[in-house]
C-alpha cells in the first residue's frame, strides 16, 4: 500500500502568516489523485482539494495545492482565524487509498 | 441540498457486531461511490474501504479483511458499514464519504466498544 508522510507534524504559526505543508508517498500517486482535507475538532473533515491542485467547491483562493508524483504541498497564503486546524492529505488512485498522519496548524 | 446522514451514536460489548447506516439524499446515488473512514480518539483518519452503489463492488482495507462489510440498499439511497467481532481498539468516529475523495461527509457515529 502506498504510504502518506506528512510534515511538520505541527506548525506553529501567527495569523495571516504563510503556511507550507508536505506531503511524501512512498510510490508514485496514479494521475496525482491526491487529495487535501481540513478538520476541526469534533466535526467531519472538509475537502480543500482534489486532483493535487483543484479547489474543491467554496474554498477560498488563498488554499493552493501543487506537486506531482510523489512529493505534494498545500499552501495557505495568508491565514485567517478559521484556518488553524489539522490537515490530512490522501491518496485514492491506488487502492488500498490511504491518509497521511495530519498535520497540525496551531497559533504561535 | 446533497447531505449524507448517518445514524446514532452505539454501544457495543467486546465480541459484538455493530451495522453503521448513512442515507443519501440531493443526488443520483448510483453515480458516486461511497467511503468509509473511522477515527480513534485523538487520532487520525484511517481509511476502511469504498463501495461502489452501481454495482454493489467494495473494496476494504486488509486489515479488516474478513469482518468488514459494505453494502448499499438503491432503492431507500442508504449506504451500510458492518463490523462484527468489534474489541476496545474499534472505538471510534465512523463516519462515510461521497466518492474516493470525500466531497460530501456524513456527520459521523460514535462506536464505543466496552465490556
Known amino acids: 500500500e502506498i504510504v502518506l508522510t506528512q510534515s511538520p507534524g505541527t506548525l506553529s504559526l501567527s495569523p495571516e502568516e504563510r503556511a507550507t505543508l508536505s506531503c511524501r508517498a512512498s510510490q508514485t500517486v496514479n494521475s496525482n489523485y491526491l487529495a487535501w482535507y481540513q478538520q476541526q475538532p469534533g466535526q467531519a473533515p472538509r475537502l480543500l482539494i482534489y486532483?493535487?491542485?483543484n479547489r474543491a467547491t467554496g474554498i477560498p483562493d488563498r488554499f493552493s495545492g501543487s506537486g506531482s508524483g510523489t512529493d505534494f504541498t498545500l499552501t495557505i497564503s495568508r491565514l485567517e482565524p478559521e484556518d488553524f486546524a489539522v490537515y490530512y492529505c490522501?491518496?485514492?488512485?491506488?487502492?488500498?487509498?490511504?491518509f497521511g498522519p495530519g498535520t497540525k496548524v496551531d497559533i504561535k | 441540498q446533497v447531505q449524507l446522514v448517518q445514524s446514532g451514536g452505539e454501544v457495543k460489548k467486546p465480541g459484538a457486531s455493530v451495522r453503521v447506516s448513512c442515507k443519501a439524499s440531493?443526488?443520483?446515488?448510483?453515480?458516486?461511490?461511497i467511503t468509509w473512514v473511522r477515527q480513534a480518539p485523538g487520532q487520525g483518519l484511517e481509511w476502511m474501504g469504498w463501495i461502489n452503489p452501481k454495482n454493489g463492488n467494495a473494496n476494504y482495507a486488509q486489515k479488516f479483511q474478513g469482518r468488514l462489510t459494505m453494502t448499499t440498499d438503491t432503492s431507500t439511497t442508504t449506504a451500510y458499514m458492518e463490523l462484527t467481532s468489534l474489541t476496545s481498539d474499534d472505538t471510534a468516529v465512523y463516519f462515510c464519504?461521497?466518492?474516493?475523495?470525500?466531497?460530501?461527509w456524513g456527520q459521523g457515529t460514535m462506536v464505543s466498544v466496552s465490556s
Open positions: 490522501q491518496q485514492y488512485g491506488t487502492l488500498p487509498f490511504t
Open positions: 440531493g443526488y443520483t446515488f448510483t453515480t458516486s461511490g
Open positions: 486532483g493535487a491542485s
Open positions: 464519504g461521497r466518492t474516493r475523495s470525500p466531497d460530501i
